[in-house]
């Protein structure tokens, strides 16, 4: 696991969220509020190196895993654990709150 966030799409997607505890960013490249979110994102990132993942998916590639989680507005992060959904958050999330819920997963 490395402290930089990843895109994945389509092709790759289920093979990266299967084990461990792995937080995706859906986002586009033409919004705004996602680009704030990924920010904070790659402020923390680091501090999760060898712990946990911190996956990218862009909704306008990669509409078909956009559909499979319903996410329905940008930014939407989604926490999973071994590939199951622990929580989401939509809109954008300050570090805090992104930080409690890894903590919480990782815990």
């Known amino acids: 696991m490395s402290n930089s966030i990843s895109i994945v799409g389509s ?3 289920d093979a990266e969220i299967q084990t461990g505890v792995v937080l995706v960013d859906f ?3 033409w919004c705004r509020p996602c680009k704030l979110q ?3 994102l790659e402020q923390i990132v680091g501090d999760y190196a060898g712990k946990a993942k911190i996956i990218k998916v862009d909704t306008d590639q990669s509409q078909d895993v956009a559909r499979r989680f319903e996410v329905q507005s940008i ?3 989604v926490l999973l654990k071994d590939g199951n959904m622990v929580s989401r958050f939509v ?3 300050n570090a805090n709150t ?3 819920a890894l903590d919480a997963a990782l815990a």
């Open 98 to 100: 992104i930080t409690k």
């Open 91 to 93: 809109g954008m999330q």
């Open 11 to 13: 092709e790759n997607f």
């Open 75 to 77: 930014p939407t992060l």
């Open 38 to 40: 990924l920010q904070i």
């Open 27 to 29: 986002s586009a490249t």
